[in-house]
């Protein structure tokens, strides 16, 4: 049966890491571009359901200021990543995003690699799912595709998980295809326990048909290879193009 609903999250940091390449130290100058918020009309005018930024403890790309001109301008959802840390869930609580996407954070990484452990954070973690919870907020785990860390996703009352796919997408031949299988059973694994299955990190056209094995997926939330693909083709070209490769998933 025609999988109709596969949505797409566009992540625009890097977007705002080219801005910040120049304008990190003077950010109210009416130069500062390109913006988050440009980008992110972009991204919706080419048929993104919602918008992902991943406000980090350094502010290396994403500021605050850009999260909450996002809350209030963008038409679709707003996903904000976040480490569980106090400072940023205060600005999460005051923002009222759509959805909440928890994520491991190491000052020395490029982008985020690897899942997050929540098996290991179950009290601290429990803690911030309930104030986001409570504030109308759904929450979400990103974790590796590991059957420990969907059941504990679960037991601290996330919404929603997005599987790492970080792994898959590095990988060819015989270790890409037991990674997708590690991925398929987190993911029936997740949709028995009530969970929304999402996905994403270094997913691209070319490496998505592999994915396609698994089940139950609701959104992907892609971003490094839609800027990349914007830099020849425009931002609106690229999210159309991996729109019609997802349009190709079947349930």
């Not at 994403?200 to 490094?224: D, K, M, R, Y």
């Amino acid at each position: 049966m025609p999988q109709t609903n596969l949505l797409l999250g566009v992540n625009i940091d890097h977007v705002v890491t080219l801005r910040q390449a120049r304008y990190r130290t003077m950010p109210e100058s009416p130069q500062a571009e390109p913006t988050a918020l440009a980008a992110a009309l972009a991204a919706e005018a080419a048929g993104a359901d919602s918008i992902t930024v991943h406000l980090r403890a350094d502010r290396r790309h994403i500021q605050d200021a850009d999260v909450f001109l996002l809350r209030k301008n963008i038409a679709t959802k707003l996903n904000l990543e976040m480490g569980n840390t106090q400072e940023i869930l205060n600005i999460a609580l005051q923002v009222r995003p759509d959805f909440v996407c928890m994520v491991p954070e190491n000052r020395e990484e490029v982008t985020t690699e690897g899942g997050l452990d929540v098996n290991g954070q179950r009290d601290a973690l429990r803690q911030t799912v309930k104030s986001l919870s409570d504030n109308g907020t759904r929450v979400s785990m990103f974790i590796d595709p590991d059957l420990d860390q969907v059941r504990a996703s679960a037991e601290i009352g996330a919404a929603m998980i997005e599987l790492h796919t970080g792994t898959f997408a590095n990988h060819t031949g015989e270790k890409r295809a037991a990674e997708v299988e590690r991925l398929c059973a987190a993911a029936e694994l997740g949709h028995a326990l009530g969970l929304q299955i999402n996905a994403g990190h270094g997913l691209t056209t070319q490496n998505l048909p592999s994915l396609w094995p698994v089940p139950h997926l609701a959104e992907l939330n892609i971003g490094h290879h839609l800027i990349s693909r914007a830099v020849f083709i425009g931002l609106h070209g690229a999210v159309r193009e991996m729109l019609a490769v997802m349009a190709t998933y079947r349930h």
